[in-house]
């Protein structure tokens, strides 16, 4: 079962660059291994989604289970997932005109033995018009 994603935006703010959790501590409780999520979209003080983006192509071959996903970008979101207690994970790619589906979400995976969702999604960085719904669309609050 997918997860439903249909709540309004009126009380999200975005923030980009933030959240600086650390990944691990030493025993005198200092901070290794910062983490800085691309975006993260907030309501109050929870984490609601954090979408990293990446500026690769995902893969054209839809049919692909893995899309040209890289491991260890999915390793990163399990981790944010974790730190940040955010079930909605979003890897945002560029759309490019190889991928026959529209710009969106492409793919929505649960990841094992959580209730945290992963999906990929691609967004036309060259069309600058209606950025903002196109962005809302694929975070779907």
Same mark, same amino acid.
């Given at each position: 079962?997918?997860?439903?994603?249909?709540?309004?935006?009126?009380?999200?703010?975005?923030?980009?660059?933030?959240?600086?959790?650390?990944?691990?501590?030493?025993?005198d409780?200092?901070?290794?291994?910062?983490?800085?999520?691309?975006?993260?979209?907030?309501?109050?003080?929870?984490?609601?989604?954090?979408?990293?983006?990446?500026?690769?192509?995902?893969?054209?071959?839809?049919?692909?289970?893995?899309?040209?996903?890289?491991?260890?970008?999915?390793?990163?979101?399990?981790?944010?997932?974790?730190?940040y207690?955010?079930?909605?994970?979003?890897?945002?790619?560029?759309? %490019?005109?190889?991928?026959?589906?529209?710009?969106?979400? %492409?793919?929505?995976?649960?990841?094992?033995?959580?209730?945290?969702?992963?999906?990929?999604?691609?967004?036309?960085?060259?069309?600058?018009?209606?950025?903002?719904?196109?962005?809302?669309?694929?975070?779907?609050?």
């Amino acid at each position: 079962m997918q997860p439903r994603f249909c709540r309004r935006w009126t009380d999200l703010r975005v923030v980009s660059q933030g959240g600086r959790l650390y990944c691990l501590e030493t025993e005198d409780r200092r901070g290794l291994f910062q983490t800085r999520p691309d975006i993260l979209v907030k309501r109050g003080d929870e984490v609601v989604q954090i979408i990293d983006t990446k500026w690769k192509r995902i893969a054209a071959r839809m049919e692909d289970a893995k899309q040209g996903v890289s491991q260890g970008d999915v390793y990163q979101m399990m981790a944010y997932g974790q730190l940040y207690k955010c079930d909605r994970l979003t890897l945002l790619y560029p759309h %490019h005109a190889a991928v026959k589906n529209s710009e969106g979400v %492409h793919a929505v995976h649960q990841v094992t033995g959580c209730s945290n969702w992963l999906q990929t999604a691609t967004i036309d960085i060259g069309r600058s018009e209606m950025f903002s719904e196109r962005l809302r669309a694929i975070t779907d609050f």
